[in-house]
């Protein structure tokens, strides 16, 4: 056996549950439960630009695997299966020891199978395709939100942020705050039994990858209508307290990597989405309306008078 096929049947392979065929093949094979739609989302992440060339190993397995879960979770689909493309600059047991332990330990707690991917030689990076089923029809989607909408958060905003510049040595976070501000950022919780059960409750809904105004800005321009925010009840992580207030602004609004979830739902539906919320665990907060007007979202201060945000969030082609 190859080094490269070695690698792949050492730390990848693992028995299929609902798979047809998994690792091992050309292709793997699927079959979608009746009466559903597959949804499908595809993320990379490479050294130096989404993770330190230095990071925990059995951390970034998680969160590889993280990412594209909250991406399953924006559109209240259900996940089933994966496929991991691996660069590698070299075989390193240990770090792929480590990478496959995290990995794994959220693929099985997410019902999640590897099903198939590469392997290649090259600066370290990963691409990663998930696969979720959701009812025909149901998914939640940014085109789905109506003027009048509450918008709302899962979780607090900006601890990823924060922790990425404390890391940077650009702010300081007190020591009680640190332990839980880095585990935002290296191992972000997707939150896939809340996103499932917003369907047929919420309109649209996306995940706070880039920071939360670029990000709802996705559903006004798909939705093709305004959003408005209210600054003071957008729940801050712990973390942003203790720093300066343009600082908690940035970070809570355009930091990203929160991984939390943004959706839009009707204001009948305040009581059922608090039931949801409790059920799953996760505080919900409603921080704002869905307007008609052109697409674009305005940050209200306490005062009702807009704000002047000059960052939006985080752009790979924007220097």
């Known amino acids: 056996m190859t080094p490269e096929f070695n690698l792949i049947a050492t730390y990848f392979t ?21 009466g559903c739609e597959l949804a499908i989302s595809t993320d990379t992440l490479v050294s130096g630009t989404h993770f330190f060339a230095n990071a925990d190993s059995f951390k970034l397995g998680h969160k590889a695997l993280a990412v594209n879960l909250s991406d399953l979770a924006a559109m209240g689909a259900l996940p089933r299966y994966v496929t991991l493309a691996l660069t590698l600059p070299s075989i390193n047991p240990a770090w792929l020891d480590e990478f496959a332990r995290g990995f794994f330990a959220l693929a099985e707690s997410s019902g999640v199978e590897l099903i198939g991917g590469d392997t290649t030689r090259g600066p370290l990076a990963m691409t990663l395709t998930v696969f979720g089923e959701v009812a025909a029809g149901k998914a939640l989607r940014r085109d789905r939100g109506l003027a009048g909408d509450d918008i709302w958060v ?10 990425l510049k404390h890391l940077q040595e650009s702010a300081a976070i007190p020591k009680e705050h640190i332990e839980s501000a880095l585990a ?6 997707p939150r896939n039994s809340l996103g499932c059960a917003l369907v047929g409750v919420a309109n649209a809904a996306i995940d706070i990858s880039d920071g939360l105004i670029a990000d709802l800005s996705h559903i006004c321009e798909r939705s093709g209508l305004a959003a408005a925010v209210n600054w003071p009840t957008v729940p801050q992580a712990p973390a942003l307290r203790s720093v300066s207030p343009e600082l908690a602004l940035t970070c809570a609004l355009a930091g990203g990597d929160d991984y939390e979830l943004c959706f839009t739902a009707r204001e009948n539906r305040r009581e059922e989405i608090a039931t949801i919320g409790n059920s799953a665990g996760v505080a919900l907060t409603r921080i704002g309306k869905m307007r008609a007007g052109n697409p674009h979202v305005t940050v209200l201060d306490a005062h009702g008078e807009p704000m002047n945000i000059p960052r939006a969030g985080f752009d790979h082609f924007t220097p």
């Open 184 to 189: 935002c950022l290296h191992t972000p919780i």
């Open 154 to 163: 899962s979780g607090n905003l900006g601890g990823a942020a924060i922790a």
């Open 14 to 34: 693992r028995p299929t549950q609902r798979a047809t065929l998994g690792v091992g093949d050309d292709c793997a094979l699927i079959a979608p439960a009746h």
